[in-house]
């Protein structure tokens, strides 16, 4: 069974750069699609972004532009880098593996946006 | 984008009950549908997918229906463990959107 770990700073200052990363075990990330959601407090899910071994990618255009997803294939990991933060990115952000749905999820992290 | 309104946004019964929740789609995804449940603090777990299929492991007091626009996520015989919120998902080309969620309380 796949299961994944989210890691990284749980405070961002806002215009700075969220960078956040998911380990994967018991899977392997040459295949498959990976992803990225994000719950709002108080708020349901929102998709962000998934990435696919080969590199390609799509991303919520509610992002305009600000995210960037990778993989690294030899480390079993894949990271999300999401510029300009403002306060409405704070949230509790899931990797998850799947296309169409998502059928393993890490723990998820809070990541707030605060000076 | 496809919206996906649930309804109601909060479900009164108690255990023993069936409880039937709602999932309506703003455009035609097919079948391209799934269901989801997340208790506090903790991640979403799959519970159906392609709107009637069961995932891995889910008890089959949980059936999934619909088709096009509308969706229904039936839970029979409620067992404790079941009270939680429900999450409907679509795929519409490589976009997803969630529902706003059901929460499934204690009567």
């Known amino acids: 069974q796949v299961q994944l770990q989210e890691s990284g700073p749980g405070l961002v200052k806002p215009s700075e750069t969220l960078s956040l990363t998911c380990s994967v075990s018991g899977g392997s990330t040459t295949t498959y699609y990976w992803n990225w959601i994000r719950q709002t407090p108080g708020k349901s899910l929102e998709w962000l972004a998934h990435?696919?071994?080969?590199?390609?990618?799509n991303y919520n255009p509610s992002l305009r532009g600000r995210a960037a997803i990778s993989v690294d294939t030899s480390k079993t990991q894949f990271s999300l880098k999401l510029n300009s933060v403002t306060a409405a990115d704070t949230a509790v952000y899931y990797c998850?593996?799947?296309?169409?749905?998502?059928?393993?999820w890490g723990q998820g992290t809070l990541v707030t946006v605060s000076s | 984008e496809i919206v996906l309104t649930q309804s109601p946004a909060t479900l009164s019964l108690s255990p023993g009950d069936t409880a039937t929740l709602s999932c309506r789609a703003s455009q035609n995804v097919n079948t391209y549908l799934a269901w989801y449940q997340q208790k506090p603090g903790q991640a979403p777990s799959l519970l159906i997918y392609a709107a009637s299929n069961t995932a891995t492991g889910i008890p089959t007091r949980f059936i999934g229906s619909g088709s096009g626009t509308d969706f229904t996520l039936t839970i029979s015989s409620l067992e404790p463990e079941d009270f939680a919120v429900y999450y409907c998902q679509q795929r519409s080309n490589w976009l997803y959107t969630f529902g706003q969620g059901t929460k499934l309380e204690i009567k």
């Open positions: 998850a593996s799947g296309y169409g749905f998502f059928d393993f």
């Open positions: 990435i696919y071994s080969s590199g390609y990618t």
